[in-house]
């Protein structure tokens, strides 16, 4: 178990702080505008909410800006928040769950909620000019995930090709490297 309030509350900062002019800019993630990115966070918000209260949940197909609700800069931190809270009970932990269309442990589920507040979050930061941080406890805990992650399983649909940043790179851009994100990218 760990809480993902710190990094759903950073992630919440930066969508607050998106200009109306961010949204049709490009994000490290390809294909995705920043429009498109905050909709994907708000499904996945949704999506691991239900995760975590082991409620199946069809429909969060998420990544298209025309989706991103008018008054994203509340409601997504608001989703953000309430995906962190369904995570603090141990029963959110234990078991069998969803997301995502797959069948996992709940606790793994957890960990890939994190990967993705964690990574989406660098992602905005990047796009939009903000700073971006992380606490190092979580970082070990995507860092964990992300490294688990085969070759073979990164065809782009959860990490593309790992992308080489070497051995006194930052656990941050170690990281981002293994999820197929270039450290660099601006």
């Not at 995930?145 to 090709?161: H, Q």
């Given at each position: 178990?760990?809480?993902?309030?710190?990094?759903?509350?950073?992630?919440?900062?930066?969508?607050?702080?998106?200009?109306?002019?961010?949204?049709?800019?490009?994000?490290?993630?390809?294909?995705?505008?920043?429009?498109?990115?905050?909709?994907?966070?708000?499904?996945?918000?949704?999506?691991?909410?239900?995760?975590?209260?082991?409620?199946?949940?069809?429909?969060?197909?998420?990544?298209?800006?025309?989706?991103?609700?008018?008054?994203?800069?509340?409601?997504?931190?608001?989703?953000?928040?309430?995906?962190?809270?369904?995570?603090?009970?141990?029963?959110?932990?234990?078991?069998?769950?969803?997301?995502?269309?797959?069948?996992?442990?709940?606790?793994?589920?957890?960990?890939?909620?994190?990967?993705?507040?964690?990574?989406?979050?660098?992602?905005?930061?990047?796009?939009?000019?903000?700073?971006?941080?992380?606490?190092?406890?979580?970082?070990?805990?995507?860092?964990?995930?992300?490294?688990?992650?085969?070759?073979?399983?990164?065809?782009?649909?959860?990490?593309?090709?790992?992308?080489?940043?070497?051995?006194?790179?930052?656990?941050?851009?170690?990281?981002?490297?293994?999820?197929?994100?270039?450290p660099a990218w601006s």
């Open positions: 178990m760990f809480d993902l309030s710190p990094a759903a509350d950073r992630l919440a900062g930066l969508v607050r702080n998106v200009s109306d002019g961010d949204l049709k800019a490009p994000t490290p993630c390809p294909n995705y505008t920043v429009g498109d990115l905050l909709d994907h966070v708000n499904g996945l918000s949704v999506a691991f909410t239900m995760a975590a209260l082991k409620t199946p949940v069809e429909g969060t197909g998420s990544g298209d800006a025309a989706r991103l609700p008018l008054d994203f800069r509340e409601s997504v931190p608001q989703r953000l928040g309430e995906l962190a809270q369904a995570w603090r009970p141990l029963e959110a932990w234990e078991g069998m769950t969803a997301a995502g269309g797959l069948d996992l442990p709940a606790e793994v589920a957890g960990a890939v909620a994190l990967d993705e507040i964690v990574l989406h979050g660098w992602d905005l930061a990047r796009a939009t000019g903000q700073p971006f941080e992380v606490e190092p406890d979580l970082l070990e805990v995507v860092y964990g995930f992300v490294s688990s992650i085969g070759p073979d399983d990164r065809d782009g649909s959860l990490f593309g090709p790992a992308v080489e940043v070497g051995s006194s790179a930052s656990l941050l851009d170690r990281v981002l490297g293994l999820s197929g994100r270039n």
